[in-house]
């Protein structure tokens, strides 16, 4: 398993949509892997409203995070209600391999 941290300190400008979260990966099953967002923005005001960051060992960062789904309860979404960026495509993959397996 590859390792990574997670934290609000972490670079991820340049970060952009590469991909999604499995479909059937949820909220509760995101939040076992990695622990609590790091943000939580207001229902229904930020284009955001929860985000995870996440750095590999080798530098490179990676985002999960809610996109413009204005639910107020943000804890409901699941599968590709969750964005993942990152700066290359490749990164998609490893996400998915630490939900999966960490």
């Known amino acids: 398993m ?3 941290i997670v ?4 670079d991820i400008n340049g970060t952009s949509l590469r991909g ?3 479909e059937n990966i ?3 099953d ?3 892997k990695l622990g609590e967002p790091e943000y939580i923005g207001p229902p ?3 284009k955001v409203q929860a985000q995870w960051s996440i750095e590999f ?3 490179e960062a990676a985002t999960i995070y809610d996109y413009k789904n204005y639910s107020k309860h943000f804890t409901h979404h699941s599968g590709d209600d969750w964005h993942i960026g990152g700066r290359h495509v490749d990164i998609v993959q490893r996400v ?3 939900l999966k397996n960490n």
């Open 7 to 10: 934290g609000n300190y972490i």
């Open 57 to 59: 060992s080798d530098g």
């Open 44 to 46: 229904g005001c930020d």
């Open 96 to 98: 998915h391999e630490i």
């Open 26 to 28: 949820t909220y509760d």
């Open 20 to 22: 999604y979260v499995p």
């Open 2 to 4: 590859e390792n990574f």
């Open 30 to 32: 995101i939040v076992e």
